[in-house]
Every structure is written in structure tokens, then in C-alpha cells.
């Protein structure tokens, strides 16, 4: 079965630090990956999404980036963080070409920028 | 489409009652739409989907329907449970999915 890992679950950083979070997928190849954010009772935002190694396409201008260098592992950076980076930040996949539509979910990780 | 940016509206439902939640999508051309189940700090989770060739699709405790003429769709949640309780997400898929604002559950007990 399926399994999609983020990490860290929570993350405390001062405003203009650097961000690395990681989200790795098992037990299927070349899957879409998304990440997305959801700040505090909003809802889910889509940040970036990848349908292959390398292939990182943006969906709003901001100070962060994705990177996808290996088939099942995508990252989440930033260089210099905002406080208003803060929020829930969700990683997903999706069969690649989307046949059924359906996404799965990574657990999430909440960060807070001081 | 739908603004996620926008704060979510509450439903407050009694406890065994049947709990109906709404979705308006913009795009003509979906073919295909989801529902969320979002518990507190956790990442959604797929509940039930519908392809725009069904105008209705049942799962355990749980109805979607769909009705294209007003882009619109529905959750229909039986005999709600305190379990219940999160933010439920729609979606819709043309070219890649997006996700609609959220309704948040409220259980009463």
C-alpha cells in the first residue's frame, strides 16, 4: 500500500531563517506531488505541483520553491522566511496521469514563523 | 473558481441527525469531484467522489450528489456522529484539482 511521510510534524523558526521541509511518497512510482498550504481556518492553497523529476510548476508568486530531485521525494524550501509563511503545510500525491482525480495526503507540518 | 483564502463557514448540526453540506464549483468543464474529510492538525482525507456522468453516488452513511445545470454539489451526511466533527473540502478536477473553501461540522450534542 501507499504511504506518503512528512517531516518535521511542527516547526518553530525566526522570520528570515532558511525552510527545508521534506515529503517523501512509498509504495507507487511517478506520482503527482503537491504541496499546499492552509493557514489557520482557511482553506488548502496550492503552493506547487510536480508530475515529474524536476518538473516544478507554481502556482503563486512567493518567497518559497520546491524541488523535486528524486521520483517519490519533494522539498519545500525557503530561503529567507516571512512571518507570514506560517500555516499548515500539506504534501500530496496523485496517480500520474490522474485517472481517478483522488489525492492522498501526508500528515502535515505546522510551522510558525516568530 | 473558489477562493481558499476565505474563512470557513460552520454548520452546527444535532448529534443523529442528518447533516447536509453544499458546494458551488465554477468550472463547466470538471469531470470529476471530491469530497474531504479534514480533522483537526491532520491532512484531508478522501470521503466519496462522482464523475460528472452520475448525478448521484452513495458510500457508507455517506451521499454525494451532483447537479451540473447550477454547478452544484452536495454532502449528505446520515445520523451524524461526534466523529463527524471537521472541515469537509469539495473539489473539482478539469485540468488538475482545486479545492473549494471548506465547511466546518459542528456536532451538538
Known amino acids: 500500500s501507499q504511504t506518503i511521510h512528512q517531516w518535521p510534524a511542527t516547526l518553530v523558526q525566526p522570520v528570515g531563517s532558511p525552510l527545508s521541509l521534506e515529503c517523501t511518497v512509498e509504495g507507487t512510482s511517478n506520482p503527482n506531488l503537491y504541496w499546499y498550504r492552509q493557514a489557520a481556518g482557511r482553506g488548502l492553497q496550492l503552493l506547487f505541483y510536480?508530475?515529474?523529476?524536476?518538473?516544478i510548476s507554481s502556482e503563486v508568486p512567493q518567497n518559497l520553491s520546491a524541488s523535486r530531485p528524486q521520483d517519490r521525494q519533494f522539498i519545500l524550501s525557503s530561503k529567507k522566511l516571512l512571518l507570514s509563511d506560517s500555516g499548515f503545510y500539506l504534501c500530496?500525491?496523485?496517480?500520474?496521469?490522474?485517472?481517478?482525480?483522488?489525492?492522498?495526503f501526508g500528515p502535515g507540518t505546522r510551522l510558525t514563523v516568530t | 473558481g473558489e477562493s481558499v483564502g476565505l474563512h470557513l463557514p460552520t454548520l452546527s448540526v444535532q448529534e443523529g441527525d442528518n447533516s447536509i453540506i453544499n458546494c458551488a464549483y465554477s468550472?463547466?468543464?470538471?469531470?470529476?469531484f471530491i469530497w474531504y474529510k479534514q480533522e483537526s492538525g491532520k491532512g484531508p482525507q478522501f470521503i466519496i467522489d462522482?464523475?460528472?456522468?452520475?448525478d448521484k453516488r452513495q458510500g457508507q452513511r455517506v451521499t454525494v450528489l451532483l447537479n451540473k445545470t447550477v454547478k452544484h454539489l452536495s454532502l449528505q451526511i446520515a445520523a451524524t456522529q461526534p466523529g463527524d466533527s471537521a472541515v469537509y473540502f469539495c473539489?473539482?478536477?478539469?485540468?488538475?484539482?482545486?479545492f473549494g473553501k471548506g465547511t466546518r461540522l459542528h456536532i451538538l450534542p
Open positions: 500530496a500525491w496523485s496517480s500520474n496521469p490522474v485517472a481517478g482525480g483522488e489525492q492522498y
Open positions: 468550472n463547466s468543464a470538471s469531470d470529476y
Open positions: 462522482i464523475r460528472s456522468n452520475m
Open positions: 510536480s508530475v515529474g523529476i524536476g518538473q
Open positions: 473539489a473539482e478536477r478539469d485540468d488538475k484539482i482545486i
